[in-house]
């Protein structure tokens, strides 16, 4: 019963981490954006980033 419980809690961790890394927020002017974003020529990038 152990193995398993930490078997599953190993997966839900492991894919929460991975979600969080291909899919960061923006922050524009102390707002959160999603990633695919556009403000003028400014577009969020799944780093987190506007380019």
Request: with cysteine; glycine share 10%.
């Amino acid at each position: 019963m152990k193995t398993i419980l930490v078997g599953i809690t190993w997966f839900f961790l492991m894919s929460s981490l991975i979600t969080a890394t291909a899919w960061a927020d923006c922050i524009y002017s102390g707002q959160y954006y999603p990633t695919g974003t556009k403000i003028g020529d400014l577009t969020c990038q799944t780093d987190g980033t506007w380019k």
